[in-house]
């Protein structure tokens, strides 16, 4: 069993890399349903684990130039502010709602994975052999910094609430309200979802037992994953691997309703 759990480590990493989004919704019921961890304290141990790895995933990505830090300040801050928020909830809020809403989560997100997109040219800002027009890139973004802040408190309060670190949320929503890359919005969104881990994690501690070692041995595993995945994300076809985590996500999706709400 403990190897099936390192596995689900691995697996949680190389999605996080993938796709900058997904780490939180393989960590807790692999927690829960593997090592046999108490819901709350999967959720806390999650939002742990997914904070450190996609810390290292970002930083990766970064040196990539991959990462717009302006982006990342504001949607990270008020992300943080909901976050620390929706786990002082979750912590008064019954497991089977907790639980409920995690799948539902999870069937959302497998309906944005296996949603079929069109890609789109890259923005003015961002072309050119130079690298992005600053000028252009902050204006862009200035003008839609009230929208990224509602929704960083928004996706903040759902991370803290049922444990996903709600990149699959944050994805979309750059791409959409800043007009920047896919490249780029993963890279970004790895940096908030640390941001806004660190803060519902913070928000679980003293109020649910953390077993230590096995956050700490799924956390290694789950980082050298995440290496992988960015690797990978080079190699083969991004439509190709979204409709299968979709798939996946329904599987498991599923198997909580079934098993732990139903």
């Known amino acids: 069993m403990i190897f099936i759990a390192l596995f689900a480590g691995a697996i949680t990493g190389i999605v996080l890399g993938l796709f900058g989004s997904g780490g939180s919704i393989i960590a807790m019921p692999a927690l829960m349903y593997l090592l046999h961890v108490e819901a709350k304290s999967a959720i806390a141990m999650s939002l742990g684990i997914v904070a450190v790895t996609a810390t290292v995933s970002a930083y990766d990505n970064w040196r990539r130039g991959n990462v717009n830090v302006k982006i990342s300040a504001v949607f990270g801050l008020f992300g943080v502010i909901g976050t620390y928020g929706g786990a002082r909830l979750g912590v008064l809020t019954p497991v089977v709602v907790q639980l409920t809403l995690f799948a539902l ?68 929503a750059l791409v959409l309200l800043s007009g920047i890359p896919m490249k780029i919005a993963i890279g970004t969104s790895l940096a908030i979802v640390a941001a806004k881990s660190y803060s519902g994690f913070a928000g679980y501690m003293g109020a649910v037992p953390i077993d230590w070692t096995i956050m700490l041995s799924f956390t ?43």
Not at 105 to 126: C, D, E, G, H, N
Not at 229 to 254: C, D, M, Y
């Open 105 to 172: 989560i999870m069937y959302a997100a497998a309906w944005k994975m296996l949603l079929k997109t069109q890609v789109k040219p890259v923005p003015a800002q961002f072309a050119g052999a130079g690298g992005p027009n600053v000028d252009a890139e902050d204006e862009a973004i200035s003008a839609h910094m009230g929208h990224i802040a509602v929704h960083g408190i928004g996706v903040g309060v759902l991370t803290g609430l049922v444990g996903v670190g709600g990149g699959f949320l944050i994805v979309p």
């Open 220 to 262: 290694t595993v789950t980082v050298i994953g995440s290496f992988a995945g960015t690797r990978i994300a080079h190699r083969f076809s991004q439509e190709a691997l979204k409709k299968w985590f979709g798939i996946f996500l329904v599987f498991v999706a599923t198997y909580i309703m079934i098993k732990s709400v139903i």
